[in-house]
């Protein structure tokens, strides 16, 4: 990318809203775009349609549309998809969740309905948080907006069987679950894979139910430390891990070194 | 740890609360243990000096005294200190920085005043942290109440030279900077060390000289990733891989296997 662009403001469109080279701002957007940016007829911005793609744009004198100019080959996506499956804190806690996890790289997040999960997410709330991370994926610079699932219960996610060969963890507290960061390490040496899915538990914690069922369904368990977390920080913990070990599997053996320290 | 204990109220106490058996309780200790939790004489805690070692205490008929019964022996730290060097974002949010990496274990934290620092922290915001980290230290079963140092200049802290054999590191947004958990994998396999120093930047990143001043005083320049991430989510990451590369690194090879998938 041109470092030009780098500076220009993002703004995520719905696919319908591209005809050939042009592109219908909602008034929302055109809100945003005159009013809260100030930008006028000539004033570019980079229009993302959330699945990969990316163009810089231009406003026309008529400020309902836009001009597609050319399209942007930036390239900051993992080289697989992460899948974030969730039991929502209570509270406002999990918007936070949403926009971190975002910018660090998920590409689904999935609010799972536990035992003891405390908020069982309104549709209205999922719309929040489709908005919180359609906001916090122009901010990143990513190229693909993560999806926010509907609401689904931790029986019937583990028990249905569609994420092909992804590798899927749960997270626990059990004192004998080996480290996180060492399994997915292991597991990303040996096979390919299509994916990487972790389960993150609500305040309470699984029910060892729950966690037998995962183990059953092929969902490893694995640990995140010694530590007590809230289940803010396991999710940003177990996020982070995931995404760099991810991003050091798919990008590595590369050219680059680790200075004179350690050649 | 016996499994009662597990459930018990922590509470961080001055080493100069505690004479012989007898734990002397401050007001607000009084009013947290008596008021808020309604504990009563005989009623139990643990009482934690912040600096490892935890007692079970049992309240005395007079409030103002506990009695230190046997000392506990767990140990849930890690083997190997770490110390986040990070310029606070703006607003508040430097608050949840501080109590998620507390749980997540680090053992310092280090306000850093860079050129582009936009909150300069009152020795009043200093007091506010150490009192979160201490509440975080208390839930999340810590050992060790973190240390909340006081502001530093950046220039002052990459001169200083008194970190020992600590590794350590600087994250920046430089596109061929290599991967933090692959370059602190590769350090803490090579040759032991004494602790790993993270600094970490405000929303608009070092300076040029800053991250070149940081290289020659020995910190390694590495990457969290191909996405931007504001400064409150770069944190969360760059703790949450040290403190997993760490654990790994020092509890490994135990006798914890990665399953039936990956043994």
Redesign the interface.
């Given at each position: 990318m041109d470092h030009s662009a780098a500076q220009l403001q993002r703004l995520a469109i719905a696919p319908e809203q591209l005809q050939d080279h042009q592109i219908h701002l909602t008034s929302d957007q055109q809100h945003y775009l005159c009013d809260v940016l100030r930008l006028g007829h000539g004033d570019r911005f980079i229009a993302m349609n959330g699945q990969g793609q990316l163009w810089v744009a231009e406003l026309q004198p008529d400020a309902r549309f836009a001009r597609r100019l050319k399209a942007l080959g930036e390239?900051?996506?993992l080289a697989m998809p992460m899948m974030l499956l969730a039991a929502p804190p209570k509270g406002n806690h999990f918007d936070?969740v949403v926009?971190?996890v975002t910018?660090?790289?998920v590409s689904y997040i999935v609010p799972l309905i536990s035992q003891r999960t405390l908020l069982k997410p309104s549709s209205n709330r999922i719309q929040r948080w489709q908005r919180i991370a359609t906001e916090a994926a122009e901010?990143?610079?990513?190229q693909i907006i993560p999806k926010v699932l509907d609401p689904a219960s931790f029986e019937k996610t583990v028990m249905q069987d569609d994420q092909g060969d992804w590798q899927r963890y749960i997270c626990t507290v059990e004192p004998?679950?080996?480290?996180?960061?060492?399994?997915l390490s292991?597991?990303l040496d040996?096979e390919s894979q299509s994916g990487v899915a972790v389960m993150v538990g609500p305040e309470g914690g699984w029910t060892e139910t729950e966690t037998q069922q995962a183990q059953t369904a092929?969902y490893?368990?694995v640990s995140?430390?010694?530590?007590?977390?809230?289940a803010?920080?396991a999710n940003?913990?177990a996020v982070?891990?995931a995404?760099?070990?991810i991003?050091?599997h798919t990008?590595?053996p590369g050219g680059?070194?680790?200075?004179k320290?350690?050649p």
């Open positions: 390239q900051t996506e936070q926009r971190s910018e660090l790289g901010q990143s610079h990513r004998s679950a080996p480290n996180f960061l060492h399994c292991q597991a040996q092929g490893q368990a995140l430390g010694q530590r007590t977390l809230r803010v920080t940003y913990m982070s891990i995404i760099a070990q991003e050091l990008a590595y680059k070194v680790c200075t320290k350690s």
